[in-house]
């Protein structure tokens, strides 16, 4: 394989997953921005009301179910970026004994 068609294919998957994790960040941010601003104006223009006067769909309780399933679904975007390298596989038992014997051998000198 020639090496410049290698190097390419390294380059466009770095590329591939850097836009995925600026999509995450991208989520994480409206996300914040979004229920922080909800829960802004429900504490702020509603002063004569309660937060949970409008029901649980309502503007004080609506932003429970947006922060828990909104939340979910950040979650599930967050595994998809960085959780599939999570899982202990045989891979990954490999790699954290070579990592822990490494530690080992530069601690005694």
Excluded: C
């Amino acid at each position: 394989m020639d090496k410049n068609i290698f190097e390419e294919e390294r380059y466009l998957k770095a590329q591939k997953r850097v836009k995925e994790i600026k999509g995450f960040y991208g989520h994480l941010f409206w996300y914040v921005f979004v229920n922080v601003s909800w829960l802004l104006i429900v504490i702020f223009l509603n002063e004569e009301r309660s937060f949970f006067d409008y029901g649980f769909w309502g503007m004080g309780y609506g932003l429970i179910p947006n922060v828990i399933f909104w939340g979910l679904g950040l979650f599930i975007h967050w595994f998809v970026v960085f959780g599939r390298h999570l899982t202990l596989s045989k891979r990954w038992e490999e790699r954290k004994i070579k990592e822990f014997m490494d530690k080992e051998n530069n601690t005694k000198f």
